[in-house]
Each structure stands twice: as structure tokens, then as C-alpha cells.
């Protein structure tokens, strides 16, 4: 019986040992694979200035009937686009929206009290270092309109796909440059690369153009932006 029981014993642990080894050899079968190749990601920023500027004024006035409404806020326009040549804006920057009529009802009655109209004007722009100031003087107005609303200017970047091919061939070369540090210290190299993914392409913000400062999401009222790719290469080992 004992000696049954030594047999049987002696089938489960060799059993185990087979077990054993076919995952160990699957264990560096994954190894040597892993080992064939490295991954490493690449990073290039590049900093730029918006090249496109938008600034929004809404023009609002009310009265007990429209046309007063109509009236007053046509009064004020001209008050506005005095300002606007002053400032020497070209006249296809700017676009007039169409006026929108607002009635005001007496709570849930059909009376209505008054009317309320609106207008936008956005000035849009190439010239984004002096719309900043264009604001300012714009702003000014609301002493006299105290209905004007002077939205912050926002800025765009709408040329951003004219990097694109500088920034990832940048980013795959600092991707390189990590893979080759990487394998120096275990005394390898780098051979040709299997494969380049593009993991990231978008704008982010800075304040200063000389600052390494970046945030983390593309503000539209900042006018110095970042461009950023992140790439992801895979090498062959040598």
C-alpha cells in the first residue's frame, strides 16, 4: 500500500515538474521576444504664436415696442462702427450678424412688457498683437453702452498641420536618441525601426514664449501656443 502511495506521489510531482517547465519555457520564450525589440516614446514641442484673432461685441437694447428697440440699437451700432474705423479695421474683418427679436411677456400671460434685440459684431483678424488693444478701446465704449458686452479675444492656430512633418520627425529622432541610452547600458544597439506610432498631435498653451511653462490644454484666450507630437517607436535590437 505504501509503496502504491510513493508511486503515485512520484506521477504528481513529476507531473508538476512537466507543468512546471512548460511555463518556465513559455516565461522566456516571451522574455527573448520582448528582448528582440524596444518601445520607447518620443516628445518634440515646438512654440508658435496664433496666427488668427477673433473678438465678439453683443449689442443688446429694449423697449416697449421693437421699433424703439430697433431704433436705439441702430444708433448705438453707429456709435461702434465710428469707433471701429478709428481703429483702422479693415471692413472685411468685421460681420454684422442679423438682429434678433426677444419679446418679454407679462409671467405666463401672452402681454408682452417689451422687446429685447440683439446684435453681435466679430471682428476676426490676422493681426492678433494689436487686438488686444482693439478690446481695450472697444471696452471703453460700454461708459457710453452700458448694454455692449466686449467678450475676451481668443486666439486660434489654424496652420498647425504646416509642423506637423518637422515635429514627428522630431519626436521619432528623440525617441531614437532614449532608445539608443536604454540599450547602451546593457552594452546593445539599436537596429532599424518596426514600427512608429503617432500617439499624440495637438496645441497646448503657454504663457510666455520664452518659458518652458506649458499647461496642459489649448486656453483660446492665450495668443503664444505649443504645439506638441508624441510618438511611439519600436526598434529592433541588435
Known amino acids: 500500500m505504501k509503496k502504491i502511495q510513493f508511486l503515485v506521489i512520484a506521477a504528481i ?18 522574455v527573448n521576444k520582448r528582448e528582440d525589440s524596444i ?17 465678439i461685441l453683443t449689442l443688446m437694447r ?14 448705438d451700432l453707429t456709435t461702434i462702427k465710428d469707433e471701429i474705423t478709428i481703429l483702422d479695421l479693415v471692413e472685411n474683418e468685421i460681420e454684422y450678424s442679423n438682429i434678433k427679436t426677444e ?25 492678433v498683437d494689436t487686438l488686444a488693444n482693439t478690446s481695450l478701446e472697444l471696452s471703453k465704449l460700454t461708459l457710453k453702452l452700458p448694454n455692449l458686452v466686449v467678450d475676451t479675444p481668443e486666439y486660434y492656430l489654424t496652420d498647425i498641420e504646416k509642423y506637423k512633418n518637422d515635429l514627428i520627425k522630431s519626436a521619432t529622432n528623440n525617441a531614437k536618441n532614449t532608445a539608443i541610452d536604454v540599450l547602451k547600458v546593457n552594452g546593445k544597439e539599436i537596429g532599424d525601426i518596426k514600427s512608429l506610432i503617432q500617439d499624440e498631435y495637438k496645441i497646448f498653451t503657454t504663457i510666455d514664449l520664452n518659458s518652458n511653462k506649458t499647461q496642459k490644454s489649448n486656453e483660446l484666450s492665450a495668443i503664444n501656443k505649443v504645439i506638441r507630437a508624441n510618438v511611439t517607436a519600436t526598434y529592433v535590437i541588435k
Open 103 to 127: 419679446p418679454i411677456y407679462n409671467g405666463n400671460t401672452k402681454e408682452i412688457l417689451s422687446y429685447n434685440v440683439y446684435q453681435t459684431i466679430t471682428i476676426t483678424t490676422n493681426k
Open 13 to 30: 510531482l513529476s507531473f508538476g515538474l512537466i507543468i512546471s517547465s512548460a511555463i518556465l519555457s513559455n516565461m522566456v520564450e516571451k
Open 39 to 55: 518601445s520607447v516614446k518620443g516628445v518634440a514641442e515646438r512654440k508658435v504664436k496664433a496666427n488668427k484673432g477673433v473678438l
Open 62 to 75: 429694449s423697449n416697449k415696442t421693437a421699433e424703439d428697440a430697433y431704433s436705439k440699437l441702430e444708433e
